[in-house]
């Protein structure tokens, strides 16, 4: 298993401005991926986050909304960028250990005002 | 949408009775797997079955996976209060990326 966490754990943003979301994990993981979960939503899936190079979004997300870093194997962040009050989601980074099993993060809840 | 469904959308039952969830899932699969999600907060994994097993058991949890149904279900047997929480299942396509069902939420009275 691996254990992930994320910070902030939660945020009030204005609209217009940016925010960047870090996800931590206890050991190093080759896949991280990044999911929104709009209110009483399922999880939608935003990007893998591929270290050493640029993330692969899916459709329906482009890196100019949501920027992706992952320079090591244990540490990616999200930015979600001029943020709108439909951008108010919960943020959640996962990783996957090897063993196919994928494990989550506590998610960050962002409220766009 | 790839999304899968899942049903009931809700479910209520009382404490010591069992508990079924069903999921449909629209492509090929590697594997499939179970979370829940207590409150909006972050998700915990509960089983992970693979594509050519039939049935897998944890605990209380049992997951069975029908891959020619494309459809699997999770049956918590003598269900306590602590399991009311929303409860997801993920199927995983290539490249390790996970399609989510859209959930239950199982609410257990004592």
């Known amino acids: 298993s691996a254990v992930i966490s994320q910070k902030p754990s939660r945020d009030i943003c204005q609209r217009g401005t940016s925010l960047t979301i870090q996800c931590q994990v206890d050991?190093?993981?080759?896949?991280m991926f990044w999911y929104r979960q709009q209110p009483g939503q399922s999880l939608t899936l935003i990007a893998t986050a591929n270290q050493g190079s640029e993330a692969t979004y899916e459709s329906g997300f482009v890196i100019d909304k949501f920027p992706i870093s992952r320079p090591n194997l244990t540490f990616s962040t999200l930015t979600v960028s001029n943020m709108s009050p439909e951008d108010s989601s919960i943020y959640l980074c996962?990783?996957?250990?090897?063993?196919?099993?994928?494990?989550f993060g506590p998610g960050t809840r962002l409220t766009v005002t | 949408s790839q999304q899968g469904e899942e049903d009931p959308q809700a479910l209520s039952i009382q404490e010591g009775e069992n508990a079924t969830m069903n999921c449909s899932y629209k492509?090929?699969?590697?594997?499939l797997q179970w979370y829940r999600q207590n409150s909006g907060r972050g998700l915990v994994h509960l089983i992970l079955?693979?594509?050519?097993?039939r049935e897998k058991h944890s605990g209380r949890l049992r997951v069975t996976l029908d891959t020619s149904k494309k459809s699997s279900s999770l049956l918590i047997t003598a269900s306590r209060a602590a399991d009311t929480a929303s409860y997801f299942c993920a199927a995983s396509t290539g490249f390790q990326k996970l399609v989510f069902g859209t959930g239950t939420r199982l609410l257990v009275s004592p």
């Open positions: 050991s190093q993981v080759t896949m």
């Open positions: 492509t090929s699969i590697n594997n």
């Open positions: 079955i693979r594509s050519n097993e």
């Open positions: 996962s990783a996957e250990t090897g063993s196919y099993e994928q494990y």
